[in-house]
């Protein structure tokens, strides 16, 4: 008899009782952004965090984007524990395995979007023609192969953050982090965002997790985390969607 076979492997995204706090001012006064976060993100998987200005949203960000380490508790990503690596491998954890989406798009001026696309690939020690096949054939799947030579002052807000989609995609991460990616952008073209990235979505199974204000964005997402004071809302204690 054959025997069933299983996924073994652990969520992309792991977050358990987390705290982050800061000291501020010459009294050093405390500020607990993060008191006690615990959730997860499945391989593949697509989760809204939303919450007020001050939840924490951002505080978040950084632990999970692997920009930062936790007060206490665990976030591990991709099954490594980010506070037990030194600076250089958590560099190469978020080059290789993170893509990052931005409000503020964070394109370099007067650099093509083939360029713009190609400069994680600098940091991971790819050759030059490589980088820069792999950087047009990421504009091409996102819509933007006729655009390989503009600079970013010669794009629309919307495909500035299509540029920035694809530079996101371009290591073939197993996580896209989308901070407000819509924020500056009509409703139209944010809505031409968010099918992009729900595509990659579905179809290379990428795991997608998008911090938001707006809740139409949210709404979108199969599974929801809300924050609030640097806590869990009651009723996000088990991610939404998932009970």
């Known amino acids: 008899m054959t025997e069933p076979s299983y996924d073994a492997s652990p969520p992309i995204i ?5 705290t982050r706090s800061y000291r501020l001012g010459a009294r050093g006064t405390a500020v607990h952004a993060l008191r006690g976060i615990s959730f997860t993100v499945e391989r593949g998987g697509f989760v809204a965090i939303v919450g007020p200005s001050g939840s924490g949203k951002s505080t978040l960000l950084n632990l999970i984007g692997a920009l930062d380490r936790p007060s206490s508790g665990t976030v ?12 250089t491998r958590l560099a190469l954890l978020r080059n290789s395995t993170i893509g990052f989406v931005f409000q503020q798009f964070q394109l370099l001026p007067r650099t093509s979007a083939t360029d713009n696309v190609a400069l994680p690939l600098i940091y991971a020690g790819a050759g030059r023609g490589e980088r820069t096949a792999r950087a047009r054939a990421a504009l091409e799947a996102v819509g933007l192969g006729h655009r390989l030579t503009h600079q970013p002052n010669e794009l629309s807000g919307g495909e500035q953050q299509r540029v920035a989609i694809a530079r996101a995609l371009v290591t073939e991460p197993r996580v896209i982090l989308a901070d407000e990616p819509t924020g500056n952008l009509d409703t ?3 809505d031409e965002v968010i099918d992009l990235l729900e595509r990659f979505n579905a179809e290379r199974g990428v795991a997608l997790v998008v911090i938001t ?12 985390i809300r924050l609030r004071d ?14």
């Open 188 to 190: 139209a073209t944010g």
């Open 76 to 87: 591990r990503i991709d099954g490594m524990d980010i506070a037990t690596l030194s600076d």
């Open 14 to 18: 792991e977050v358990t009782d987390v």
């Open 213 to 224: 204000h707006d809740p139409e964005v949210a709404a979108r997402a199969p599974h929801r």
């Open 230 to 243: 640097g806590l869990l809302e009651p009723s996000a204690a088990l991610v939404e969607g998932e009970r």
